[in-house]
Each structure stands twice: as C-alpha cells, then as structure tokens.
C-alpha cells in the first residue's frame, strides 16, 4: 500500500533542498484554470444539424456512445469534473446550443445557452465561447469570413458578432471573462493566384466584427491561426502573420494552438514573444501526430516547455489555457480526463522547479550547472505531490481512477444505445 501522505512529506523535503515551497506550488496550480473544449464529448458534432464535420477539421474514431444531447454532455462533463482536482472552464461551441427548433448561425441569441449558463454556475466554471465556422452549408467553396461572396461574408459576420455578445453574456452572468475565440477554415487545397484578395476580405471582415466595443472585463477577443488543413494545403487565408499583425494592432488576443504550425515548430517558443506585444493570449493545447491530428495532450516535452515558459515568465495571468483535440477512438471521458491531468502535471512540475538556482546558474554563466539542474528536476518527486494535491481535493488516483472510468463506461455509457 503506497501511502500517500508519506511520499508527500518525503517529496516535500527534497524540494525544500533545492529551495522550492510544494505548498506554495499546490495553491498556485490550483489557481489556474483550465478550459474544457466540450467538443471531445461527441467529436465536434454539436446539437444544431447533426451532420458530419468537414471543411478542414476531421475526427478519427467510431469509439461508441458519445454523447448525443445536452444532457449526456452535461453528464460526461460532470463525471470529469469529479475526477480531477483543481479550477475549470468550459469552452463552448455555437452549435451545443439547447434550443428545441433549428436556430439559423446567425441568429443565434443568449437565450440560446441559458441553460449552459446555468451549469456553469452550479459548477462554479466559467465560460469560454467560439461561433463555428464550419459545418455548414455556408461554408462556400471552403470560404467563410474571406469569401468573395458578400452574401456569404454577411453571414459569418453576423454569426460572430451575436457570438461576442454571448460571450459578453457568459461574462456578466458568471463574473469570469470568457475567452471568444474565432478559429476560420479558409483556403484552398492547391496554389491559388490571388493570395492578397482573400487576407484583405479577411480584415474587412474582422473590422465589422470587432466594431463594437466590448467590455474586457465580460468578454476577451481572440483570433487563431492555421498553417493548413486537410483538403487546404496550399493556402490558408488566416495563417500565424496575419492574425499575429491583425491582433497586436488591434490589441486583440491571439490563439497559438500547438497544432497549426510546421511540424518541427513549437509554440512553447513563441509565448513570450507574443505575449511581449499582446495583452492576453490563448492557448489550444493540442497535440499534433505528423499533422493536426489533435491526439489527446500527453505529459510530452512540448507539453513541459510549454508550462515552463508560462511558469518562469510569469506569464499565466495574461494567459488563458483550453484544450483543443478530439480523438473518437477511445472512452471520451478517459480522453478528456488524460489530457487535462498531463496539463496540470505538467503545470505542477514547472512551479516546482528549481527556480532561483536555475536563474543563479544562468546569470553567473554557469551552463553545466544549468543543464545538470535542468535535468535533476525531471527526477524530482513531483508526481507524489500530484498525487498528494488528487488526495487533499477528495479526487481518485492511479487504479482507482482507473475502475471509475471503467465503471461509467459500463453503467452509465453503455446504456446509450
Ligand atoms: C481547428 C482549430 C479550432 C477547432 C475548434 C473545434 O483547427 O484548432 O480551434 O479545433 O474550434
Ligand atoms: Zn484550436
């Protein structure tokens, strides 16, 4: 029997000897929010017109019984919240709308989550928003916000205005800001003539949506970039320099999901750039295989080097941090749930980190001391203080988290066919 207090006070002690306060760690991880992408629920369908995804967003996997209505999602969210420690957003699509006739994108209204909002409360989580665009026939040729058909571009532009609003909405309703989150598919598979004409629809666009202006205080803007997508290899309307430009000009936020970049780049490295010219910045913790192939979030180096320059640059207030992926393979709980204890993990072992040696090292250039420090925290204990934090917050860990999965799996989820 592995007592958990014990390697606790034991893990304890060895971080005090490279000057490190677990207890001071353990608060702050606790502080931090982080936002659960209701899309792993039931791979990105939505409630709005159940059809399949497209337009350069695809969902691997035939793993059975997603969640099929609001009340299962609600249901599945739940049992992850009862399983992991800590403090929680929920990042909402447009189309998990509960609304009992068909709602046109751009007409969707506050009423329109009312009831999310109301979950939201009871679970004291705060509330992230993203209008969608994609899935629907208005999505033309794979041109949405840069289409050249003013009809179309209307259309999206009304979608994500009334989705700030909502965002506002959640906002004042809750008292936490909420983070909306505009994310195109558009582009094409194959070298395109015109590369400008599309961008500079793309900025008209964006002028009318952020026209109004909206409390910082109730909602957050936020603008996400993509290299490419399947079937869109070629060009991407929204890529990194444009929405880079758009949001330190417009003194937006910018999204860096770890996905939508060249293979070989990380955006663990382009925090504190951007971060120097923004005033916030969200993250899509995601996990690419080859592509953006958004794999469940594993305890990986990305994952570590990301944690570590929010940590060290002190910049986790100016950040906010979502998930992104969706994998339909397996028990969508387990997905939802592994990556989101890999983030704090991983969280926890950057807070844990020897900090003033590592700094000392670095100053007196002392780079053997640094790689030898760099080093020696990965073999520090900072799994015991997890399991500790689990512990204290009433959470399960190891086999019993385990058995809990597989106890919903089988007398809650399969009963869903
Ligand atoms: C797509 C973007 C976007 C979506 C979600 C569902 O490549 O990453 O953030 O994953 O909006
Ligand atoms: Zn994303």
């Not at 506002?168 to 989150?181: R, S």
């Not at 060290?312 to 393979?329: A, P, Q, V």
């Not at 203080?385 to 512990?391: D, E, I, T």
Request: glycine share 6%; charged share 30%.
């Amino acid at each position: 029997m592995i007592n958990i207090e014990e390697e606790y006070r034991i893990a304890k002690e060895r971080y005090l000897s490279y000057g490190v306060d677990v207890e001071e760690a353990m608060e702050k991880l606790a502080s931090i929010p982080l936002s659960i992408q209701c899309w792993q629920g039931d791979d990105v369908e939505g409630f709005l017109d159940k059809g399949s995804l497209g337009d350069g967003l695809q969902v691997t996997g035939n793993y059975p019984y997603k969640a099929r209505n609001i009340a299962e999602l609600q249901e599945d969210i739940e049992e992850v919240l009862s399983l992991l420690p800590g403090t929680f957003k929920l990042n909402l699509h447009s189309t998990y709308l509960d609304s009992e006739k068909s709602v046109r994108l751009d007409q969707i209204e506050p009423k329109h989550y009312e009831s999310w909002v109301k979950f939201a409360k009871k679970h004291h989580l705060g509330l992230d928003f993203n209008p969608t665009l994609f899935s629907s026939p208005m999505v033309k040729e794979g041109f949405t916000l840069s289409s050249k058909e003013e009809g179309v571009r209307r259309f999206w532009i009304e979608h994500c205005k009334r989705a700030r609003k909502i965002g506002e909405y959640f906002g004042k309703e809750l008292e936490i800001p909420c983070v909306t989150n505009i994310w195109i598919p558009d582009g094409y598979k194959d070298e395109p003539y015109d590369r400008l004409g599309p961008r500079e629809r793309l900025k008209d666009s964006l002028d009318e949506i952020f026209a109004e202006k909206i409390d910082k205080k109730y909602n957050i803007d936020s603008v996400e970039s993509k290299l490419f997508g399947i079937g869109l290899e070629a060009y991407t309307t929204g890529n990194h320099e444009f929405y880079l430009g758009y949001a330190v000009k417009n003194g937006l936020a910018l999204t860096l999901d770890s996905g939508h970049f060249h293979p070989t780049e990380y955006i663990s490295d382009k925090i504190s750039s951007v971060l120097l010219f923004t005033n916030d910045l969200l993250l899509h913790v995601s996990r690419p295989m080859r592509w953006d192939s958004d794999h469940v979030v594993i305890f990986d180096d990305e994952l570590n080097r990301i944690a570590e320059s929010l940590v060290r640059g002190n910049l986790l207030e100016k950040t906010h941090i979502g998930l992104d992926y969706f994998d339909g393979s397996i028990n969508r709980i387990a997905a939802w749930c592994i990556g989101l204890r890999a983030t704090q993990m991983a969280l926890l072992k950057a807070l844990l980190e020897p900090s003033a040696l590592l700094k000392k090292a670095e100053d007196s250039y002392d780079f053997t001391t640094r790689l030898y420090l760099h080093e020696e925290s990965k073999y520090l204990p900072y799994q015991a203080v997890y399991r500790y934090f689990a512990y204290k917050n009433k959470k399960k860990m190891g086999k019993e988290f385990e058995e809990e999965l597989h106890n919903y799996e089988t007398n809650v989820l399969r009963k869903r066919v």
